[in-house]
């Protein structure tokens, strides 16, 4: 079972989505497998929070429809951070009915979802359809993104940075603009427009893999790891779907067999579904290797700690379980964490806590699997 191994050496498991490759190698560098929800209303707040937690988080969770303001200063702002800090922006939509009106959602309106988020969800109970209809926005969305960015490329054009001087090394577009090549110190043509998809991930795959597996082992220092994101590179241009197989509110409705049902779609498109929103681990066949990023995880207080017991629920519907639970327990692989952060006096500590704890729980895991 893919649970007892490395992040790292998951990475290297065939038949699986780019992204799931990326993510695997993010986590074993940053040791972070730590996902912050960010429930907040204002373009402002969201930024804020993502400059305060990226150091220490795989993935940042986003509510697009609940920001007020949201628009493209918070799109650009998003990207920026999380290209800086280096996390995946997970946009949590749970997509839920007939293709067309998924695609639109998915791809237009205000939000525009697949031209800014690396990941969102779906319910698949409309049907399995659902898959290959956010799949073929997703296509088309990043297609359309490569040929807006190619045709603005020309041999030996000069770029211009926003002070109106001509800039060569300026960074015109975010992580879905591809960038042409240099060689021998000119500017690439339009034609290499299409090869910098791939090269943008694949150009130093071997070093990528190899620091992972260092750094996740625990050798090196901050410098290894600094030399290993910078190795690892930005994202690929894909995007990748998770499926809601379970969810952690009392009296949900999603049974043990509808969660087989969702492990059975997702298995037909292992190049687009990354993995699932669960309770446990779903990797239950052989060659299973999908990620399970888990909602309901909290940890008591300072001062709970040192009381006689820790909050279990919210009073809402919604029940806590600990780091050690979800992942070294269950085979969780990465925690979701809301409320514990948000209300913390200092946020960057606290994600740094919940941090520490998951990755501490995923050890024990690999630990007790090697025996």
Known sequence: MSQSLQ???????????????????????????????????????????????????CVLKTHADIVDDFGDRTIDGLREISRRKKFLIFEDRKFGDIGSTVQAQYTRGPIRIATWAHLTNAHIFPGPAIITALHSAATSTLQSLVHHVSTSITAGTPHVSPDGNEDDDYDFGGEDAVRPLASSGRKGSVVTATTTISQTFEGTPRTAASLARA???????????????????????????????????????????????????????????????????LNEGREDNFVS?????????????????????????????TPAKVVAGDGCDVVIVGRGILGAKDRAREAERYRAAAWKAYESRVRKGKR
């Not at 799931?20 to 497998?33: A, E, F, G, W």
């Not at 888990?294 to 909050?311: D, Q, W």
């Open 7 to 57: 992040f790292s050496a998951r990475a290297d498991l065939p038949n699986q989505n780019p992204l799931s490759i990326y993510l695997y190698r993010l986590i074993s560098i940053k040791r972070s497998n730590l996902c912050v929800s960010a429930d907040v209303n204002s373009t402002t707040a969201l930024l804020r929070l993502a400059e305060e937690v990226g150091d220490h988080i």
């Open 215 to 281: 750094v996740s082992a625990g050798e090196g220092d901050d410098g290894d790891r600094a030399e290993a994101l910078d190795a690892l590179g930005e994202p690929p241009l894909a995007r990748g779907l998770l499926l809601l197989a379970e969810m952690s509110s009392e009296g949900n409705l999603m049974t043990a067999a509808y969660a087989q049902r969702c492990v059975e779609a997702a298995r037909g498109y292992p190049d687009f579904v990354v993995g699932f929103i669960a309770q446990r681990t």
């Open 293 to 321: 990023m888990t909602p309901g995880v909290s940890l008591p207080s300072v001062e709970e700690e040192a009381g006689p017991s820790a909050r279990t629920g919210d009073g809402l519907g919604q029940q806590y379980r």
